[in-house]
């Protein structure tokens, strides 16, 4: 199960790619199918205690799926870094990382999915191929050079 995001701040949009909230929409019907399959009360304290698992992810999705704002890629000036890109970035020593910039409920740093809240997408934002931006990662400030900006 996925861990809990951070709580927007009032007044900003849960702006989220439409595979994002295809992903959201599967897992909650998986879960409620999942949930319906195994409803049979039961005595046994493990099967509560998944039943009560199950129960709260699909509140959760249920909460997240009614503040969605789903958002295409842009129409026009795909050249620049926005919601919805693919960025391919050259750090500064020579590694060359592909970035893709998606809302806080579809982000997964670790695979370089990068929520556009964050730092790094901040940063990128409204930069275009060739362009250079500093950005201060946990290990130090380094000048990224961006690549290639797609939008699939």
């Known amino acids: 199960m996925p861990s809990p995001r951070p709580q927007l701040p009032p007044g900003v949009a849960n702006y989220i790619t439409p595979a994002g909230a295809k992903k959201l929409r599967d897992e909650l019907e998986t879960?409620?199918?999942k949930k319906?399959?195994?409803?049979?009360?039961?005595?046994?304290?493990?099967?509560?205690?998944e039943?009560?698992?199950?129960?709260?992810?699909?509140?959760?999705l249920q909460q997240v799926l009614l503040s969605l704002v789903v958002t295409e890629p842009p129409a026009s000036d795909r050249?620049?870094?926005?919601?919805?890109?693919?960025?391919t970035v050259r750090h500064a020593n020579n590694e060359e990382i592909r970035y893709r910039i998606v809302g806080?409920?579809?982000?997964?740093?670790?695979?370089?999915?990068?929520?556009?809240?964050?730092?790094?997408?901040?940063?990128?934002?409204?930069?275009?191929?060739?362009?250079r931006v500093r950005f201060r990662f946990p290990a130090g400030e380094e000048e990224l050079e961006i690549l290639a900006v797609n939008y699939e």
């Open 31 to 33: 879960l409620i199918g």
């Open 51 to 60: 039943q009560r698992k199950l129960q709260t992810r699909i509140r959760h």
């Open 79 to 87: 050249e620049r870094v926005a919601f919805g890109a693919l960025v």
């Open 104 to 131: 806080v409920d579809e982000s997964d740093p670790s695979n370089n999915i990068i929520s556009w809240r964050s730092p790094l997408a901040q940063q990128l934002a409204g930069k275009r191929a060739g362009d």
């Open 36 to 49: 319906s399959q195994s409803a049979t009360p039961s005595d046994d304290p493990m099967h509560t205690a």
